[in-house]
């Protein structure tokens, strides 16, 4: 039957996420830059540089994916929380990635409605473009994707299931784990990390619930973004009024 991991909003700090990364993509800059070396300095036979040249793309792909994973949308300047219209954000990300859907014969799906949660915009687009992103993956036969937004015992729903591959129970209890991941040498597992700590850091949960062949829903549940209502005034405009 269906399995089912529910994350709470403490995850294990991962204090050494910058050293890893760095290390990750140097990893295979390094092996692709010397292959390439090879090439250039030898005189090699045709098949032989073929091979060379293949590793070294394929070293600098890892590489890529890598900093997809993680950096998509990272800044430099620190971010500040502000209010997010969720329906916004998610039709960003479905734009992003609807070459990629398409190139997978993958049928978007969305149902949306505005509500706001409070967090950081880059970061909030780089969690809804990870778990898209993976739910693509996961139909590399076609599908369809459903993105649907609602509000659950006054939490923002937001529920991101395909009809893909599905995971195994210890598939995904191993969800999120840095390096664990269920694509092969493409995958970096960064993904799903960087996802738990974002949704973490805006005070969310997730709840993921898979099956073989059937499909995987991601649900995140986020605190709603309060109206400022009228009645409270700001010290800045309490000056304003005395002044008056």
């Known amino acids: 039957g269906p399995h ?10 991962v204090t050494h996420l910058a050293a890893s990364i760095s290390h990750e993509i140097r990893n295979p800059l390094t092996a692709a830059r010397g292959f390439i070396q090879l090439i250039e300095e030898q ?15 394929e070293e600098l792909d890892r590489a890529e994916a890598i900093i997809t994973d993680y950096l ?28 990629l859907a398409n190139m997978s014969c ?35 036969n076609g599908g369809t994707l459903q993105v649907y937004v609602s509000i ?12 893909g591959v599905g995971m195994t129970k210890e598939q995904l209890e191993r969800l999120g784990e840095p390096y664990f991941t269920t694509k092969g040498v493409k995958g970096t597992g960064l993904g799903m990390m960087v996802v738990y700590r974002i949704i973490e850091s805006m005070n969310g949960t997730i709840r993921i619930e898979s099956e073989i062949h059937k499909g995987t829903t991601v649900s995140i549940y986020l605190p709603l973004a309060s109206s400022p209502s009228s009645s409270t005034i700001s010290d800045k405009e309490k000056q304003l009024f005395a002044a008056l």
Do not use: H
């Open 4 to 13: 089912m991991v529910i994350r709470a909003e403490k995850m294990e700090a």
């Open 43 to 57: 005189p090699l036979a045709a098949d032989k540089r073929r091979q060379y040249a293949r590793i070294a793309i």
């Open 72 to 99: 998509t949308f990272a800044k430099p300047a620190p971010e500040t929380p502000e209010k997010l219209n969720v329906k916004l954000e998610i039709e960003r990300v479905i734009d992003i990635l609807r070459p």
């Open 106 to 140: 993958v049928d978007i799906q969305a149902t949306l409605a505005p509500f706001s949660v409070i967090g950081e915009r880059e970061k909030f687009r780089q969690c809804l473009l990870n778990v898209m992103k993976n739910a693509i993956e996961a139909m590399p």
């Open 152 to 163: 659950d015992n006054g939490r923002v729903l937001i529920r991101i299931a395909d009809t």
